[in-house]
């Protein structure tokens, strides 16, 4: 019990040190490519948002504010139908990359440290090392928002120093 209790302390500790993270999707249905049915857009959609949520608390300080509002989405590859059997298949080509439009605003305390628009996209997403596990089906786009985070929001220019 007692065990319990103090497990429980350190895990509301350490969520009170993450920072505050929002992703808002503006007209998802407007997107260039989030996927063929609701289903797969839902699922899209959501691993966009942890995603996202998860890169923004390793780079904001948990007493930052990040709102990052997706104005469009372009998975990586095109969706192109299989004759012989009525489904569809991605295709992933040099010519496909992976693409989204965010803009974003860092706060910290109400005040507003940094706001823009950005255009995310990995030309070169096919080539080079991916950490992603290769059924991960936004694996070119996690890598993706991986580097913008790294260029956008860099460590020192971020988190404040204890």
């Not at 989204?100 to 997403?125: N, P």
């Not at 596990?133 to 204890?162: C, I, N, Q």
Request: glycine residues 8%.
């Amino acid at each position: 019990m007692k065990k319990t209790a103090v497990m429980l302390g350190l895990w509301c500790l350490a969520f009170g040190a993450w920072a505050d993270v929002d992703v808002r999707f503006v007209s998802p249905d407007k997107f260039i490519d989030i996927g063929r049915d609701d289903a797969e857009q839902q699922q899209v959609l959501q691993g966009l948002e942890a995603h996202l949520k998860a890169a923004g608390d390793k780079r904001v300080s948990g007493s930052q504010r990040l709102l990052i509002e997706v104005l469009d989405v372009n998975l990586a590859g095109e969706e192109r139908p299989i004759p012989s059997r009525a489904a569809m298949l991605r295709v992933l080509r040099g010519a496909t990359p992976p693409s989204m439009q965010v803009r974003y605003t860092l706060s910290e305390g109400g005040v507003v440290l940094r706001s823009a628009e950005s255009r995310l996209s990995d030309l070169g997403y096919q080539d080079g090392i991916n950490r992603y596990h290769v059924s991960d089906s936004l694996r070119y786009e996690k890598a993706m928002v991986d580097g913008w985070f790294r260029s956008e929001f860099s460590l020192a220019s971020t988190k404040t120093s204890p």
